[in-house]
């Protein structure tokens, strides 16, 4: 029996790339999204013309908006209590002096639990319904994740972070290089596609995470290439940091130039780890590769990841939470690259995507002379939906409300939220249609905060916060 939600939608129908975005924007105030009993879209269309089908339950929402459901493609799972993290310094210091030690709590399977719990719960209130995330270093840590996610019924991607080399004060997450495989190897064969068998259908996925090239030796790079050449054909991912922090000398990247002697910091990845750029071995890019921030690439790194199909996560709110810089917006997807948002939770301080975009449309305004762009609103829904689900390769599954599609959607009640409501009712509205309704999505993706997502669905299935897991309510 299928389904039909009433409501106000919003999607980029089909398959874009972001500077047509705003050619594949779809408002449908009297919408209509009808969902098979199996959770695919049958229909995506004003209700009036909806087919009538027997049986057929209808939900109305009235005045609520129905729009795809967020995706994730930056989120570091043991960050989960580190957004208040005051390091003293950008990067490299805010690893030290918070994130390392954060990190170290989640050996102990008790904590992790608990921060697995909370993750996910937040995960739903911030209506994320598919996420690359950062693992943890230990394995319960990962297994509790995985389990939690599961019995939400979210979508997840996610691998253990590994780290051969580093600080003291990293000391508990780094493992032996054999450890290093080993346990990825062990994560892969336990969680990749755990639940139904097969990349093409699966919620829980496994990707290769080393933290960033700082935190593993050449021979770890090698292992990894090595390992990843034997599962890249079974959908295993790999995600990690690029060009972050650029401060001179001592900052990120000419820390890794000088450390590997590489010509770019992408080389480290792409199997040319060696001193000169030499090859080393087996590289880490391609169509199921993420990677994070991406913020002072050459465009010889940008035209490398295009043409390797990997894409980047832009995470906003944690580039000026870091003093990290603003990704030059214009130049990037000139060349061709994905660009998916990222929260980058705990480094980013939000944990709902359009607060990324928020800060996106407000650091590209900002770019010096013909590099700042206005970013249009259909853009801004484009990279917090559609582009993570091409990021992540798996558009063909979710990311619009296209028929046949998995229905992943939240259903927002600007009521539950009274300056949101305020500003869509009250708010300014050109008496042209299209401009009208460009104004209207502005409003929602600015003004959204968690309180107005009132539901969260995956698949057709609505997704809960069980209630002794709500991220608002307090825990002794
Ligand atoms: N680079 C290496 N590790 C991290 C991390 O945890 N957060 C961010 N933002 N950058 C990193
Ligand atoms: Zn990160």
């Known amino acids: 029996m299928s389904t039909t939600h009433l409501g106000h939608i919003f999607h980029i ?43 057929e339950v209808v939900i109305d929402h009235g005045s609520a908006f129905l729009m795809p459901g967020f995706i994730d493609t930056h989120i570091h799972f043991p960050q989960v209590y580190s957004t208040d993290a005051y390091g003293g310094g950008q990067l490299l210091e805010w690893l030290n002096n918070c994130i390392f030690p954060a990190e170290a709590r989640l050996a102990d399977p008790e904590f992790a639990q608990q921060a697995a719990r909370d993750f996910t719960a937040r995960r739903i209130a911030s209506g994320t319904t598919a996420a690359m995330v950062f693992g943890s270093a230990f394995p319960a840590a990962q297994n509790a994740l995985f389990t939690e996610t599961q019995s939400a019924g979210l979508r997840i991607v996610s691998g253990r972070g590994i780290q051969t080399a580093g ?20 994560e892969i064969a336990r969680w990749h596609c755990a639940d139904t068998g097969d990349p093409s259908t699966a919620r829980l996925q496994v990707a290769v995470v080393p933290r960033f090239s700082l935190s593993v030796t050449t021979h770890t790079l090698r292992s990894l290439g090595e390992l990843y050449d034997d599962v890249r054909d079974r959908g295993v991912y790999v995600h990690s940091h690029l060009n972050e922090n650029n401060r001179p000398g001592t900052g990120e990247i000419d820390t890794v130039k000088a450390l590997f002697g590489v010509e770019s910091y992408l080389d480290t990845y792409d199997g040319k780890f060696l001193p000169g750029s030499v090859v080393g071995g087996p590289g880490l890019l391609g169509r199921r590769t993420i990677m994070a921030h991406a913020v002072h690439c050459t465009d010889d790194e940008l035209a490398r990841m295009a043409q390797t199909g990997t894409s980047i996560a832009h995470c906003p709110v944690s580039q000026l939470f870091l003093g990290s810089g603003t990704m ?10 994905t660009v998916a948002a ?3 939770v705990g480094a980013g301080d939000e944990w709902l995507i359009s607060r990324v975009l928020s800060d996106a449309f407000k650091v590209h305004i900002t770019e010096p002379g013909d590099a700042s762009v206005s970013l249009h609103p259909a853009e801004l829904l484009f990279t917090g939906t559609l582009a993570g689900a091409r990021a992540l390769d798996m558009e063909d599954r979710f990311g619009n409300f296209d028929v046949g599609k998995d229905a992943d959607f939240l259903v927002i009640e600007p009521d539950r939220w009274p300056p949101l409501a305020a500003t869509i009712e009250r708010g300014i509205r050109s008496d042209d249609p299209d401009h009208a309704r460009d104004q209207l999505l502005f409003a929602l993706l600015m003004g ?9 669905h995956v698949a057709g299935r609505r997704v809960e916060v069980r209630s002794d897991d709500h991220p608002t309510r307090g825990r002794a």
């Open 167 to 186: 600080p003291e004060t990293a000391a508990s997450l780094i493992t032996s290089e054999s450890d290093a495989i080993a346990l990825t190897a062990e």
């Open 448 to 456: 959204l905060r968690e309180p107005a997502i009132a539901e969260v």
């Open 328 to 337: 030059p917006w214009k130049r990037t997807i000139a060349a061709g690259v």
């Open 13 to 55: 129908a089909g398959s874009p790339t972001v500077d047509l975005a705003a050619d594949a924007l779809v408002e449908l105030p009297d919408g209509a999204l009808v969902v098979s009993d199996t959770g695919a879209i049958e229909y995506c269309g004003p209700r009036a013309e909806r087919p009538k089908l027997p049986g």
């Open 342 to 344: 990222g929260t980058d």
